[in-house]
Structure formats: C-alpha cells, structure tokens
C-alpha cells in the first residue's frame, strides 16, 4: 500500500514542502475543514429544527383560527372571522397570509388586503377528516409553510395559513455569518499557534542539519543542546553521543597517523642512511680494494713476462675493473653520493644520465631556480621520487619520451614527471604499482606535500608534486 | 496485469469517500418535501363573486337556541331530508342573535324558520310572522323555563342569587331571559340592582356551560335545550343543578316570512308533518330532538306575551 504510485505521487507532493510548511498547512486544512464542516452540519440541523418549528407553529396557529372560526362562520359573522385574521397576523410575525374557504369553495376572509392571489386556493385544500395538511409552497417571496385544516371537520369550509421561511433564511444567514466569523477567527489564531509551534519544533531540526553538516566538514565539535525530552530531543542527544565518538574516533585516528609517519619517517631515514653507508662502504672499502687489486694486476703484468700469464693477469684485471664499475653503479644506485655532496640537481642529472644509458626512453630534465641547495630529507625524498617514477616509466609506460620538471618557487618546491606512454588508471593499478606509488606519496606527505597522480589508459601519465618550503 | 489490479483497487478505495460526500449532500437536503408549486402571492385579483345558482336553495333558519355548532349537528339530517323531499338545495342559516333571524325573515330572505318564542311573538307583531307548525317534544307542545345553579351551589331560589353573577341567553329570550328578569322584578329589583353582574351567552348550551364551569352563579335556561345538553353531555348534569321551573310556555315554533307563497307553505307543511311515517324522516327527527311536528295556533303564545309585555313595562318605568 506504501509504495503504491498513488503514495510515490502523494510523497512527491508532500515531500516538495517544507516541514514547516507541512504544519502550517495541516493546521490551516483543519481549520478550514472543521470550519466547514461545522457551518454546513450547524445550517443543516438548524434549518431543519427551524423548519419543523415552523410547521408546528403553522399547524398551532391554523387548528387555532379554525377552532375559533367555526361559529364565526356558521352564524355568517364575517367582520369577527377577518378580525381574527388580522389579530392572528399581528401575533404572529413570521405569518405571511391567512385565510378562510367557506364550504362552497369562495374566500370568507383573509389577510391580503385589496385583491386576493386567486391561485393560492387550490395549492393546498384539506379533507374533512384531515387532522391538518402542510406543504411547501414556492412563491415569488420565498419558501412559505401553508397548513391547511378543515374547519368544523370541513362542514364550514377549512382555514389556510401560510409561515414565510424568510425568517429562517436570515436566522441561517445570521448563523452561518457568526460561524464563518468564528472560523476566521480561530483559525488566524491557530496559524499564529501554529507558526510559534512550528517555529519551537524546526528550530533544534535545523540547527541539527547545520551541525550535521559541520560533521560532513570533519568538524566534530558540534555539540547541541537538547530543548526538550521529545523525539527532537532525543534526537539532539543522539546526535551529540555520536559526535563525541565520532571526535574520540578521529583523534585515536590522528594519534595513529602520526605515530605510522614517525615511525615511517624513522624507516625511510634509517634506509637512506643504511644505503648511504652501504654506499660508502663499498665506495671506500670495497672500491679501494679493488682499485688496490688493479693497480697490483697492472704492476704484475707489466712484470710478468710470460705471455700466456700475463694475458691471464690481464683477463683478471678486467674482471677486477668490471666488479669495481659495478660496485660503483651498485653504490650510486643505493645513494649517489653526489646527492650529499653536490645537490639534487647534480644528482639528477647523473642519475638521467645513467638512465639514458641503460634505457631507450630520452628523458629531458629542466630545473628551475634550483641554485641552492634544498633542506637535505626534501632532496631525497625528490630524488627517491622522481627514481622511483622514472624506473616506472621504464618498466611499464613503453614510453619514447619522458620529461622531468624540478622548479623552485619562492614558498614551494615543485615536481613534475611526465611520459607519454601507455597510461594506466590510478585506481585501477595492480597492488605492486600501487605500493610503489604510495612510497611516493608517503614520502611527499612527510614533507606537508602533495603528490597528483593524472593518468588514463592511452593517454600516458602526469605526476604532481608540490612541497612547501 | 499489475498496474490493472493497483487501478482496481485504488478505485475501490476511492468509493467510500464518494459515498461519504454523497451522504454528506443528501444529509443537507433531507427533511424538505419536494414540493415545487409556485405561487405569486403579490399577484392579487378580485375574488369572483359566488356563481348564482340556477336553483333557488330553500333558506332555512335557526334560530341560536343551542350554539352553533350544536344547531349544524342536531338539524343537518333534517336539513338533509328537506334537501330530498323537495328535492332542491337547503341552506342552513345562522346569526349570533334572535333579532338578526327575525330581521332576515322579515326581509324574505329566509322561507323557513325555527325562532325561539320571544322572536315569534315580536315577528309576529311587528311584521307578521307566520306560524307554520310547532315541533312536539315529549309529547307536548310547551316548555319551560329553568333556573340553574352550579351543582355545589347552596343557592334554593331567585332570592338567594342576590349578589350573583347571572347568565341570560339571548336579550328577547323569554326562558333565558324574560322569566327570570320578570322574577327579579317580582321581588321589587331590577337584573341591575340584584345581581352583581350579567352577561349573555346568545345560546342556551353555552348558558348551562357557563354555570357548570362556575362562569356564571346561576343562569335561567329552555327546559327543551336543557334536557337535550344533559342527554348529549350527561356530565353537565352533575354539575348543574335546576331550583326553579317556570310555568308552561308555547313551544318555539316553525314559521315562514309574511310573504310566503301558500304552495311553498302547504309543501312544507305536508313534509314536515309526513317526516314521522318513513325511516329517514324519524331518525332525522330523533337527531333533532322532536317527536314529531303538529299545528298550533297563536294563542298558544298569549302566556309569552303577558311575560314580555309585564318585563318591559316594568323596563320602561
């Protein structure tokens, strides 16, 4: 029944106004309705009571002159019968006309004055037996009650008497007037009401909706005051409840955020440095060994003199040359040293250099207002990003070109890699890409920043960086 | 399928409350009867002047001895027979008074009346009443007057009315009121001096209910109307009481105008004189009180004038 299309109409009506409105609106069809329904009830019954009233009094009145009539009649005393016409009009306000039909059917008396309205006579003519006839006459002045009742059981003719409604029209009119007044009246006093309550019970639903709003802005200290013990209120006291959780809830969640970036920030450092003196360790150590291993190789052939073993000493020296450039590329690749010594841009450049080397993706690099040096932790987590992105670009983008933009503005640092490669949907990628570009964005929001990742299929790949200074 | 069941039933739902305004509506109009006549009632015209019968009715008077409604109720069935005997319309007429009949008769507008005895004897004198007949009651043609008071009354005759409120009849009524005027007047009073009050009644059943009622202390009444009241309303007997009865007077009779034609006369005679040997004539006679009805000469009225004439003289002093 409640999802009946009549319902959807009627919700889609109903729901189109406000609870106000809603209210307002009930309040006022009430009235109205009730208004209106009493006022047509009251006429009915009034005018019927009326009625009935009138019909008696017409059948008083008219048993009346026929009682008093009768010896009138029999002894022929015309002046009596029209006196007791006239004295019975007089006593009665609302009688319009009376008169008396002798037996032979010919008007004795009546109250008309000059003339007589000569098709009166035959509306209403009475049995001898009849105890009394009404009936409802339409006339040009109105509605009229005209009894009839035989005078003498109709041996001397019968007695008319005719009651006009108009009376009763002005009593309803008078009524109903007073009621509608009445109405009116209750009414604007129920709209004043009913403003002030609806005012009183939307007042706390709208500051709900405000507060929940606030809520949706993440803003949890929303607390309201509950005005009273009703639905609302309870309502207000459900709302508050949730909104200390909801504020307990985020503050356990900002706690754990910064303890997982300390502690992030600690991992990322402890790997940098761990790197930077593996780095340094095989740069210096193992470097130096193999540097020492050459050297000893190179006096060693130049003092040997067998040719078959100094062409063995050679083979090692070469072995020992290509452990060294490897050790070296393992050491620039775990940290370029030249990032502590020389800077990010010099860094860069070596690393884009490397990469051409090894890869057939023609990187461009432009660096901006980048002659000073940046705070050392910013430096690396650029590099280790624009690493990281280029080693993507390498591995899945089938790229041709690749273009690296580094540029300092005088509050931010700003980074932008750019292919145009295959392209991949952001979130769509596969969990190991996904990791890798949630370093990057780890590493830039441990610096305030923000990293943007714009891509689709086809249409090769964008990523943002920004960080405050 | 659906969508069709859902209209159904929306439209099932839908008949009651066209049902409710209905009734609603219905509830409004009720109690008005559906009568759609219209009538102009400023439209006035003269009233037609009653048709002039092509048939003469016989007018027929009575004279207000009972009220008269009592008089419509006790000569309807003689009327009635009349009506069929002479097989022409009979009108009933009836006036407050004696002298009105009497002015009416004398002026030929009545051909046949039953007149008190007073209103024969002025008739008589003034204009020359004719006698017709005279009805007999219990067997004879008199009557008298009686002197009532109410039942509880401690009242024995005239004189002990002293004081009283005293009811007549009709002013040239011999029983109800020359009798007992003359018998105030033998007692050396005028009706003014010895009651405190008087009032007429015109007709003699309102007179004896008058006195029942205690309207009036005491009341003299036709012994004839009396008699007939206590049979009709056997309660009026408990409440009156009679102290005096008048000698015998001449029985009201039945006359014609001076100017009757003697066909018409000797038609009614034989009528009424017929009415006791058929069916209908007796029991129109026994509606109207009568044995039967018998000739009767003037003379049998002298009594009434001797009363009358002693009141008035004892009036005009």
Known sequence: M???????????FAGAFSVRSKIMGIVVALALLLGVGITVQVRAVFLYTLEERLQEQGVSVARDVAARATDMILVNDLFALYQLLEETRNNNPDLRYAFVVGQDGSVLAHTFGVGFPTELIEQNVPRGDDHHQTILLETDEGPVWDTAVPIFDGRAGYARVGFSENSIQTSIARLTSQIVLTTVLVSAIGIVAAAGLTWIVTRPILQLKEAAEAVGQRDFSQRLDPWANDEIGQLTTAFNRMTVELAQAEQERAEREQLRSQLLEKVIAAQEEERRRIARELHDETGQA????????????ELCANPELKTQVEGLRQLAAQTLEGVHNLSVELRPSVLDDLGLTAALERYIQEYRRHTAVEVDLVVLGLEERLPAPMETALYRIVQESLTNIARHAQAETASVLLERRPDRVRAIIEDDGVGFDPLAANNGERLGLYGMRERAELLNGQLTIESSPGQGATIYIEVPL | MRNEGRRTRDERNERPLFLLIVALFLLVGCGRPTETAVVNLSDLRPLAEPEATTVKPLRVAVAAIIS?????????????????????????????T??????????????????????????????????????????DTVYYSLLIVPADSPAQNMEDLRGAIFAFTDPISTSGRNYPVWLVQQMGETPESFFSRTFHTYSHDDVIRAVANRV????????????FALEREPELAAQTRVIHQSPPFGIPPVVVNPDARPQLMAELRDVLLAMPHNPAGRAALQAAGIDDFVPI???AYDSVRTLETAVNLAVSD
């Open chain 2, 98 to 139: 004696y002298g009105e009949i009497n002015d009416l008769i004398e002026a030929g507008e009545i051909d046949l009346a039953f007149v008190c005895t007073s209103a024969y004897v002025v008739g008589k004198r003034e204009f020359d009443m004719q006698l017709l007949l005279a009805p007999r009651v219990q067997g």
């Open chain 1, 290 to 301: 193999l540097t020492s291993l050459m050297v000893r190789l190179q006096m060693m052939n």
């Open chain 2, 297 to 299: 000469e003037d003379e």
């Open chain 2, 68 to 96: 008269p409604r009592g008089t419509v109720d006790s000569y309807t069935p003689l009327l009635e027979y009349l009506q069929q005997e002479l097989d022409r319309p009979v009108e009933l007429v009836q006036r407050r």
């Open chain 2, 216 to 227: 009036a202390d005491g009341a003299a009444v036709d012994s004839l109307v009396y008699a």
């Open chain 1, 2 to 12: 409640f999802n009946s299309p009549f319902f959807t109409y009627f919700w889609r």
